[in-house]
């Protein structure tokens, strides 16, 4: 396949991505049921990001045109690709450029998110049986000539054991963060409210820390995420926050709640699911400098930064860990 059929082939899936077709209809829900973290929402959220903001072909053309992406790699490599599971087609980014590129891949896809993606790879093979030449599936990635793999800061260790000797991506844990200056609106606030619970909170992109001007006012805040109070309806998230509140209470420390989530002074610019860190800031200018420098940050949400409500939706060349997947697999 050509690059403009490759192109084309993934605004058909996109256009299906978006359609009420029942075998499709049908697999939304079993990932759903297959993962007590990914709900309905959530599912149907990850699925139009994609379909909106990756497989269109005007941005899809833009983005191959920025690396001279070739009809055909001169020699086509596999790539070997680990996934990870936290929120709901975490991983098509990855499949997306290397589909995208030419080369082939085998991929490794996370228990907890291996239904969306082997129901679209299949839904691939019908329109085009060559892609079987291209994508496939193993629980063990062996004989590959690079590797993409995500996971946590422990599995990383052993991928830059196993692939280190390989051209290779290797990506660990990241979080993101807020600045706010107190002069944000309702609107503002509602939005952020999305970027910190959005998925549970479990994405690279979700905030988990708040930069704050001394004094403060965080009755408007502790209002604007009063909309997912709903999470209470889902057993895991619950016992998560009651956990999250006994630490505070037992260790007579300050913390502030709504009774959804619990807003804790806290260093860590990581948090656990139902708590949001946050810090005071004295100067914002140093302050941005510091963050700017800090590898553990994937997205910085504030005025001049990636606005309110957008850390969850990212674009083509929004790539995780800062690292060009497409300039990797084109260098290949």
């Known amino acids: 396949m050509d690059l403009q059929q490759r192109i084309n082939l993934m605004v058909q899936l996109g256009k299906f991505m978006l359609s009420d077709d029942a075998e499709w209809l049908k697999a939304k829900d079993k990932a759903v049921k297959s993962n007590a973290w990914f709900t309905e929402d959530f599912v149907n959220f990850s699925v139009t990001n994609i379909a ?15 690396y001279a992406v070739k009809n ?61 030449n291209f994508v496939s599936f193993a629980e063990n990635l062996k004989n590959c000539d690079a590797y993409i793999a995500t996971g946590s800061n422990n599995s ?46 479990l994405g690279c992109r979700n905030v988990t820390k708040l930069y704050l001007p001394k004094n403060y006012d965080f009755v408007p805040l502790l209002n604007a995420l009063r909309k997912y109070n709903y999470y209470f309806l889902y057993h895991k998230y619950k016992h998560n ?20 989530v619990v807003l804790a002074e806290n260093e860590s610019i990581f948090s656990p699911v139902s708590q949001v860190n946050y810090n005071y800031y004295d100067d914002k200018a140093v302050l941005i400098e510091t963050l ?3 590898i553990d940050i994937q997205c910085i949400v ?22 060009d997947t497409m300039a990797f697999l084109v260098a290949l």
Request: charge should be negative.
């Open 72 to 132: 055909v790699p001169t020699v086509p490599k596999n790539i070997g690709v680990v996934m990870a599971g936290n929120i709901p087609l975490v991983g098509f980014h990855d499949f997306l450029c290397v589909f995208i590129s030419g080369h082939q891949q085998t991929i490794k896809a996370s228990s907890k998110d291996a239904v969306l993606l082997k129901f679209l790879v299949q839904k691939l093979y019908e329109w085009e049986i060559t892609i079987q």
């Open 292 to 294: 700017q420098q800090n």
């Open 156 to 201: 990383s260790r052993y991928f830059d054991y196993y692939f280190g000797k390989f051209p290779n991506v290797i990506r660990r844990n990241r979080t993101s963060v807020a600045v706010l200056d107190g002069t944000e609106s309702a609107e503002a606030l509602d939005k952020l409210s999305d970027d910190i619970q959005l998925y549970f909170g």
């Open 241 to 260: 926050y009651d956990y999250q509140l006994a630490i505070q209470m037992m260790g007579n420390k300050f913390y502030m709640t709504n009774e959804s």
């Open 52 to 66: 909106n903001k990756f497989l269109q072909a005007d941005a899809l053309t833009n983005w191959t045109n920025n």
């Open 302 to 323: 504030g005025k001049g930064f990636i606005e309110f409500g957008k850390a969850q939706q990212p674009l083509l060349a929004d790539y995780a860990d800062g690292v």
